[in-house]
């Protein structure tokens, strides 16, 4: 490692966030020398994982939390992703899969249908279909279900499921590839390298790693749920009254029943997605049961030494508990938390109401076929705002401290990373004055 060599950027982390912004410098700006750091041996190890996440191109459609105006800027964003995956056409790193939102009783229904005739002008594929073409499609949802219950679901088969991980790999690949065709570039990517520190020296940034000391005019942090860790420890003003409630989520295998991602409607008092049921890239001849949303202590799945790191991100640490407390505080959010934080954990009592709940799905869903994915589902850094009347925020974290940034919590997640990707390189690569190819983004 070359500590006398002044890097324009380094890039840390290489899940999705940034090996597209990796990508994004070398395809579009004329900055010269770009450096990427991962501590992992390649890119996409952790939140990316295909085993850590739902592996959908969110595009609101389906999701039935959000507005339609929020749908308009997510569909937006996400096309960027969907354009670089189906040009590859490899399908480890993507797959065309039907989705579908089902309501479920005549309250459910009734708010579908309304959905639609909102939303079908946006996404014209988007189909309405009731009782019996759906029992068409798919009819395991049908087998013994009560026959007075009213069924409706928003269909769309242009779904896509993405392998996060892959596609984390594939836009450093490329990214290197356009650098090394590029006389003026000077691009790196370093596998296995840690950051321990980032310190401030005039208008250096000076980055230690587990390799040595690197330097650079911009750092740009992208290092999932430690990327609040970061910002702590440099003391970002912005971060001051920020903390993290990282939530976990579990999942379980059961053999295929259908063929089709499944969402039920969503309450809109709570924050995290209703069971759903999901394909699974890495084996498409399984189905996978979402979610258990489990809070935990830690940056990083099962990583019990980012426990430690954790408790770097809690201070304030007496606000942060009053926040906590406050978001508790609501007996519907308690109860759901409860019901996923110590219910769903107890062994075989947990898997039985799992098994409840995805019936509503599935009626004729065995008990014996349903089986905790052990290892798996990652962990969502969800920002606290602890100066806020409300403090759970589902959204992004992007701070920044002179030519630091932080982006904690990718908005909306892994889907719009080529998005958010090139708007990051496009405003580093302007504040360092250089040139950032127009209209792209
Ligand atoms: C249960 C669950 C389901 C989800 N489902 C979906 C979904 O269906 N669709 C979707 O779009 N999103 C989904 N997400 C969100 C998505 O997984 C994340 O938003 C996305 O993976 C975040 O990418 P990232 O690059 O920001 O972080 P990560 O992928 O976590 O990458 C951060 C990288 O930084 C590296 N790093 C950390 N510290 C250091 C250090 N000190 N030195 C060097 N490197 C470091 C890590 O090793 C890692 O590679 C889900 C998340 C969870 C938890």
């Given at each position: 490692m070359?500590?006398?060599?002044?890097?324009?950027?380094?890039?840390?982390?290489?899940?999705?966030?940034?090996?597209?912004?990796?990508?994004?410098?070398?395809?579009?700006?004329?900055l010269s020398?770009?450096?990427?750091?991962?501590?992992?041996?390649?890119?996409?190890?952790?939140?990316?994982?295909?085993?850590?996440?739902?592996?959908?191109?969110?595009e609101?459609?389906?999701?039935?939390n959000?507005?339609?105006?929020?749908?308009?800027?997510?569909?937006?964003?996400?096309?960027?992703?969907?354009a670089?995956?189906?040009?590859?056409?490899?399908?480890?790193?993507?797959?065309q899969w039907?989705?579908?939102?089902?309501?479920?009783?005549?309250?459910?229904?009734?708010?579908?249908?309304?959905?639609?005739?909102?939303?079908?002008?946006?996404?014209?594929?988007?189909?309405?279909?009731?009782?019996?073409?759906?029992?068409?499609k798919?009819?395991?949802?049908?087998?013994?279900?009560k026959?007075?219950?009213?069924i409706?679901?928003?269909?769309?088969?242009d779904?896509?499921t993405?392998?996060?991980?892959?596609?984390?790999?594939?836009?450093?690949?490329?990214?290197q590839g356009?650098?090394?065709?590029?006389?003026?570039?000077?691009?790196?990517?370093?596998f296995?390298?840690?950051?321990?520190?980032?310190t401030?020296?005039?208008?250096?940034?000076?980055?230690q790693?587990?390799?040595?000391?690197?330097?650079?005019?911009?750092?740009?942090?992208?290092?999932?749920?430690?990327?609040?860790?970061?910002?702590?420890?440099a003391?970002?003003?912005?971060?001051?009254?920020?903390?993290l409630l990282?939530v976990?989520?579990?999942?379980?295998?059961?053999?295929?029943?259908?063929?089709?991602?499944?969402?039920?409607?969503?309450?809109?008092?709570?924050?995290?997605?209703?069971?759903?049921?999901d394909?699974?890239?890495?084996d498409?001849?399984?189905?996978?049961?979402?979610?258990?949303?489990?809070?935990?202590?830690?940056?990083?799945?099962?990583?019990y030494?980012?426990?430690?790191?954790?408790f770097?991100?809690?201070?304030?640490v007496?606000?942060s508990?009053?926040?906590?407390?406050?978001?508790?505080?609501?007996l519907?959010?308690?109860?759901?938390?409860?019901?996923?934080?110590v219910?769903?954990q107890?062994?075989?009592?947990?898997?039985?109401?799992?098994w409840?709940?995805?019936?509503?799905?599935?009626?004729?869903?065995?008990?014996?076929?349903v089986?905790?994915?052990?290892?798996?589902?990652?962990?969502?850094?969800?920002?606290v705002?602890?100066?806020?009347?409300k403090?759970?925020?589902?959204?992004e974290?992007k701070?920044?401290?002179?030519?630091?940034?932080?982006?904690?919590?990718?908005?909306?997640?892994?889907?719009?990373?080529?998005?958010?990707?090139?708007?990051?390189?496009?405003?580093?690569?302007?504040?360092?004055?250089?040139?950032?190819?127009?209209?792209?983004?």
């Open positions: 070359d500590s006398s060599k002044i890097y324009d950027v380094i890039i840390i982390g290489s899940g999705v966030s940034g090996a597209a912004q990796f990508y994004s410098f070398a395809k579009h700006s004329d020398r770009v450096a990427l750091l991962e501590k992992e041996s390649q890119a996409g190890m952790i939140n990316s994982m295909p085993t850590n996440n739902s592996q959908t191109l969110h609101w459609d389906i999701e039935t959000y507005d339609l105006e929020k749908a308009k800027s997510v569909k937006l964003k996400s096309g960027y992703t969907r670089y995956v189906t040009e590859k056409s490899d399908p480890k790193l993507f797959l039907p989705k579908m939102v089902m309501g479920i009783g005549q309250q459910e229904c009734e708010f579908l249908e309304k959905r639609f005739e909102e939303f079908r002008g946006l996404f014209p594929t988007l189909e309405k279909l009731e009782w019996e073409a759906l029992r068409e798919e009819p395991n949802v049908f087998k013994d279900r026959q007075w219950e009213r409706m679901g928003l269909y769309n088969p779904g896509i993405v392998n996060y991980s892959l596609l984390a790999q594939s836009l450093v690949k490329d990214g356009i650098a090394k065709n590029d006389p003026n570039k000077e691009y790196e990517t370093h296995g390298t840690k950051v321990v520190d980032i401030k020296d005039g208008e250096i940034y000076r980055v790693t587990s390799d040595g000391e690197m330097k650079a005019k911009f750092v740009s942090v992208c290092a999932g749920a430690h990327s609040m860790y970061f910002a702590k420890k003391e970002v003003k912005e971060a001051k009254h920020l903390s990282c976990a989520g579990n999942f379980y295998y059961t053999p295929k029943y259908i063929d089709t991602k499944i969402y039920t409607v969503q309450d809109p008092d709570l924050p995290f997605s209703a069971v759903h049921w394909p699974d890239i890495l498409p001849n399984r189905t996978r049961f979402w979610p258990t949303t489990r809070m935990v202590f830690m940056l990083e799945r099962h990583r030494k980012t426990v430690f790191d954790f770097v991100t809690l201070p304030p007496f606000k508990l009053i926040a906590y407390l406050k978001i508790m505080s609501d519907k959010f308690a109860l759901y938390a409860f019901k996923h934080n219910v769903f107890i062994p075989w009592v947990g898997n039985y109401y799992f409840r709940e995805a019936q509503k799905i599935i009626p004729s869903l065995k008990y014996s076929d089986k905790l994915a052990k290892w798996q589902g990652g962990v969502r850094p969800q920002i705002d602890t100066s806020a009347k403090p759970l925020s589902l959204w974290a701070l920044s401290a002179g030519n630091i940034k932080f982006n904690v919590t990718p908005s909306p997640w892994a889907t719009t990373c080529i998005f958010n990707g090139l708007s990051d390189a496009k405003e580093i690569t302007e504040t360092l004055g250089g040139e950032f190819e127009k209209g792209v983004v």
